[in-house]
């Protein structure tokens, strides 16, 4: 039995990170000073700080290819108290390929929100326009930020930056028929099979399971119910008490390690910290996957078994010396769009199918990119716990040449969802999206080539390399 060659690679997006909250009424207002108190991390790039009768506006210059991050700390306590926009300014000449502005609020290294333009990035050439992004409360951040990233070249203007606050905490956290109208609101325009509800018949059902709540948990009841009767594989309700049966303490950083002559084992983080520690860690991988790979390693296995998912583009970029320039992923919203992502140069990139095709362009010397290690004989070990992100890694490897997949199938949560999460702590990821492979294929579960038991994987994948003589 030799490896697997498939031409062409496929990658399936995370359940996305961006959440949104139940708007209300907005009675205060921070403006964050455009300042050199932004940090400022480039190549190829320029930034200017311009002051107008308007205030500061922020002026980025950047050359082809470059990789800016411009991000400014904000205090967390603001996002204690109750739902917050955050407004802001944007206006855009020549950008070639794609920029985000951000907003990240976490609980001590962990997630709670995440925002990036995912379904509208910043390119080519557009006027001022103003963007209002909704956040929930998030009672338990303890840092925050906001910036704006850049993967591109062109020119960007970015100013008036303001948070504003609803100060109606009370009213929102009793109010539990506003958030039976959120919930309505959700599923008649994110939900990716609207067209196939009775939505009348819907929302009397939706009256029906929320008579009577009087508080919280009350509510996290109503809403699974109520999002329970959709019926949809991909559809996840996270309520208020669940915990992870899997633990909470979670491997942070890869692990290398010698299982063979020539063969390293890696397995990869299930949590990521700071922007920073990430950063750090994709080089600390690489560095190490470099140099197992200088002394002699060939065979690379990867473990995905307790991998439940995460952040997809963070997965990718710990395993893209195993991939060259190439199509990775795409997907199709619930309002008709196409967002595509591939691999360029080192850096994984997202936007629609003409930008990619240019990017991607036969010709172009920029496309000569090789990483060593693409064509290298590869294992990922995979089980019904590897989720979301982890199964879309695996699915772009799955269609990667000289790769096998070793377990069992994996979990079926490779829907494009988006997380919403409502004032009484209950979180629900809808599927607004449809996942396909660059076949045009739909992928709900990643299938292994060796079905085994997941914790006799690793034994089966070194018994292979030595059947092999790999």
Do not use: C
């Not at 009672?139 to 504003?164: C, H, I, P, R």
């Not at 583009?313 to 769009?337: A, C, E, H, K």
């Not at 000289?402 to 979990?411: K, V, Y």
């Amino acid at each position: 039995m030799h490896f697997r060659t498939i031409i062409n690679t496929a990658l399936l997006t995370f359940l996305a990170l961006s959440q949104s909250a139940l708007s209300a009424p907005v009675s205060d207002s921070k403006t964050l000073q455009i300042s050199e108190e932004w940090k400022f991390q480039t190549n190829n790039a320029t930034r200017n700080i311009i002051s107008t009768s308007e205030g500061a506006l922020a002026h980025i210059v950047a050359q082809a290819d470059s990789q800016l991050f411009m991000t400014l700390d904000i205090d967390p306590s603001i996002f204690h108290k109750g739902p917050t926009e955050l407004k802001f300014k944007i206006k855009a000449n020549e950008v070639t390929k794609t920029g985000h502005f951000i907003i990240k609020v976490e609980d001590s290294g962990s997630p709670l929100y995440l925002y990036e333009m995912a379904n509208d990035p910043v390119s080519g050439t557009h006027d001022w326009r103003t963007v209002t992004v909704s956040v929930p409360r998030l009672s338990k951040a303890t840092n925050a930020m906001v910036g704006y990233l850049m993967f591109s070249s062109g020119e960007v203007w970015l100013g008036d930056v303001q948070l504003l606050q609803d100060k109606t905490e009370t009213e929102l956290n009793t109010s539990y028929d506003k958030l039976k109208e959120y919930a309505l609101s959700l599923i008649k325009d994110h939900y990716i099979l609207r067209d196939t509800i009775d939505i009348t018949e819907f929302e009397q059902f939706a009256d029906d399971v929320f008579i009577g709540v009087q508080n919280d948990d009350q509510a996290d009841a109503a809403l699974t119910a109520l999002f329970s009767k959709l019926n949809h594989r991909h559809l996840t309700i996270l309520n208020r008490a669940k915990t992870s049966a899997h633990g909470e303490t979670r491997q942070q950083k890869s692990e290398l390690s010698l299982v063979g002559n020539n063969t390293a084992l890696i397995s990869l983080p299930k949590k990521f910290g700071s922007e920073t520690a990430q950063q750090e860690e994709f080089a600390r991988t690489s560095a190490l996957i470099e140099k197992y790979s200088e002394n002699g390693v060939q065979n690379w296995i990867i473990d995905l078994r307790e991998q439940p998912g995460g952040d997809l583009i963070r997965l990718f970029n710990l395993t893209r010396q195993f991939f060259s320039n190439q199509q990775l992923f795409s997907y199709q919203l619930v309002d008709g769009s196409e967002r595509f992502f591939w691999l360029k140069n080192g850096s994984v990139e997202f936007g629609t199918r003409k930008m990619m095709q240019d990017s991607l362009k036969p010709g172009d010397d920029t496309n000569t990119y090789h990483r060593p290690l693409s064509e290298a004989n590869v294992i990922l070990l995979v089980s019904d716990y590897t989720g979301s992100a982890a199964e879309m890694l695996a699915q772009a490897f799955s269609d990667r040449e000289n790769t096998i997949l070793i377990g069992s199938e994996t979990a079926g949560l490779m829907s494009t969802n988006k997380l919403f999460k409502f004032t009484n702590g209950t979180k629900v990821a809808i599927p607004m999206g449809q996942s396909t492979s660059i076949r045009g294929e739909l992928v709900y579960k990643v299938q292994p080539d060796i079905n085994t038991k997941p914790d006799e994987a690793l034994n089966v994948a070194l018994k292979y390399l030595e059947d092999n003589r790999l």
